[in-house]
């Protein structure tokens, strides 16, 4: 109930932490199990059957870039997306630059560097194993 407000815009801001954003979370599953907040935030988490919420907005950042890879150059946010990527390049820090860094950290450098992303469908999969 609460995940979807706490998840909103996450693929334009969710490639960094942010712990207000977990720690709503985790309150909102304390209160849902009806124990204190000295229980364990994982414990909290595991009994909801939830992961921390860092783990959905990394996901969420990479699918959007895998969506702005399929769009067609004459796309507004692909143009966008191309101008972030060559600002990177000139070492400029920007969205681009964070999923490059996001990619990097889980062992897909070799994708940023391709620009393409072959069966997105797995590569979804392959990074919720990685991040969990």
Known sequence: MVKPILTYGAEIYGTEYS????????QYCEDFL????????CVALGECGRLPLCIDHHIKCIK?????????ENRYPRN??????QHDSV????????IKNLLCNYGF???WLNQ???DIR?????LKLLIV
């Open 116 to 118: 393409t992303v072959g």
């Open 109 to 111: 450098g070799f994708v």
């Open 34 to 41: 009806g124990v204190s907040s000295t229980v364990n935030d």
């Open 122 to 126: 797995i590569l979804y999969i392959i």
């Open 64 to 72: 959007y870039w895998c969506k702005r890879l399929c769009m067609p």
């Open 19 to 26: 712990d207000p954003l977990e720690q709503v979370h985790i």
């Open 91 to 98: 070492g400029r820090n920007n969205w681009a630059s964070a």
């Open 80 to 85: 966008c997306y191309l101008m972030w990527k």
